[in-house]
Structures are given as structure tokens and as C-alpha cells.
T-cell receptor
Framework: DQQVKQNSPSLSVQEGRISILNCDYTNSMFDYFLWYKKYPAEGPTFLISISSIKDKNEDGRFTVFLNKSAKHLSLHIVPSQPGDSAVYFCAAMATDSWGKFQFGAGTQVVVTP | DGGITQSPKYLFRKEGQNVTLSCEQNLNHDAMYWYRQDPGQGLRLIYYSQIVNDFQKGDIAEGYSVSREKKESFPLTVTSAQKNPTAFYLC???????????FGQGTRLTVV
């Protein structure tokens, strides 16, 4: 059973606008959440993380929001740039299973001119 | 420069043969991981190792084996017992206490 779900397989957004990627999880023991970005034929690269003691973390154009009661997190990219076109994976981990991340299926983002 | 090297990038094997995927890192990371990615699915953890000479099964360890004799190396063997070995395999490493990992470029294994 998939504990981390990204229900939107793809997202198209215009350059300069906001991209919002969503992720839902089922395991209430998860307390670390990450977003990775992946280009074709490359390994994922770490983007941003958040722990369960926070509800928001910001790094430049990227902001992650965590809603623990809804078991939902989102990644906002503002403004979207052509180089942001990639697959974005959400991942979650519980402290008592350190290193055992559960990944979502990914969302393909396409930024159009 | 530091990083994680997976080799080869593409690998073809006949059904019934064991095959070993290489993963080397020079980041001085203690933890290393193997993931598998299939089309339309997220990364699934096969095995991970937090320290030399120790490793744990991930969610889909059946049909795979690993060793961790050196800090820098974490090879993955795909055995003939793995029913659907054709996939994209990713190796990763992380520093102790850090939640995020660095990934290699991946190896695409095709079994015919």
C-alpha cells in the first residue's frame, strides 16, 4: 500500500506564475518530509525539507507547507522558470525508521513560455 | 569532485543470470541506499546501510542482495530470484543525522 501519494501526475504552468504541487500521506508517524527534483536520465536532487514541528519552510523560490491534521503537504514554486520543468517527488520518513523514506509517484511539471 | 558514481548506466542481461550494480561514493557518507524506480511509480527502497558491515532490508528486498565491506561502496546484486528485474536502479548516500540524500545517475537494467 502506498503511504505517500501524489495524485497529479502532471502539471503545466506558465513561466512567471506559481506552481503548486501536492502530496498526501497516510502514516501519522511520518515526521520528516522532503521534495526532490529529477531531470530525465539523472538521479533526483534534494530541493527542500520540513519536519513535523513546523508548518512552513522557505528557501528562495521554493516553499513547503505542511498540514499535519490533513496529512498533506504542498510545494510552491514562485515564480516558475523554464528550468523548473522536471519531475518532483515527495518523500516522507518516520524518525524510528531513519533512512526508510517512502516516495510518491512524482509530478511532472512543465513550465511553458 | 565528490559524488556518487553508478556504473554502468545501461545494463542488459539474460533472464536467469545474476547481475551486480556498482555504487561508489567519495562523500564520506555513512549511510547508503538502493532504490528501484518503475514507470509511474515512486522510488521504492530495496536495501539500506547505515554503517559498514551492516545493512537492512527495505520494502522490496526479495530477489536482491547487497554487501557493505567498505564505506565507499555498496554493490547491489539482482539475483535470478527477482521476478521483474527490469527497472531503473538508483543508489544514494547521506550523512549521519541528515535527512536528505545525494543520488547517483542511476543504472537502467534490462533483462531479456
Amino acid at each position: 500500500d502506498q503511504q505517500v501519494k501524489q495524485n497529479s501526475p502532471s502539471l503545466s504552468v506558465q513561466e512567471g506564475r506559481i506552481s503548486i504541487l501536492n502530496c498526501d500521506y497516510t502514516n501519522s508517524m511520518f515526521d520528516y518530509f522532503l521534495w526532490y527534483k529529477k531531470y530525465p536520465a539523472e538521479g533526483p536532487t534534494f530541493l527542500i525539507s520540513i519536519s513535523s514541528i513546523k508548518d512552513k519552510n522557505e528557501d528562495g523560490r521554493f516553499t513547503v507547507f505542511l498540514n499535519k491534521s490533513a496529512k498533506h503537504l504542498s510545494l510552491h514554486i514562485v515564480p516558475s522558470q523554464p528550468g523548473d520543468s522536471a519531475v518532483y517527488f515527495c518523500a516522507a520518513m518516520a524518525t524510528d525508521s531513519w533512512g526508510k523514506f517512502q516516495f510518491g509517484a512524482g509530478t511532472q511539471v512543465v513550465v511553458t513560455p | 569532485d565528490g559524488g556518487i558514481t553508478q556504473s554502468p548506466k545501461y545494463l542488459f542481461r539474460k533472464e536467469g543470470q545474476n547481475v551486480t550494480l556498482s555504487c561508489e561514493q567519495n562523500l564520506n557518507h555513512d549511510a547508503m541506499y538502493w532504490y528501484r524506480q518503475d514507470p509511474g511509480q515512486g522510488l521504492r527502497l530495496i536495501y539500506y546501510s547505515q554503517i559498514v558491515n551492516d545493512f537492512q532490508k527495505g520494502d522490496i528486498a526479495e530477489g536482491y542482495s547487497v554487501s557493505r565491506e567498505k564505506k565507499e561502496s555498496f554493490p547491489l546484486t539482482v539475483t535470478s530470484a527477482q521476478k521483474n528485474p527490469t527497472a531503473f536502479y538508483l543508489c544514494a548516500s547521506s550523512m549521519t543525522g541528515k535527512v536528505f540524500a545525494f543520488f547517483g545517475q542511476g543504472t537502467r537494467l534490462t533483462v531479456v
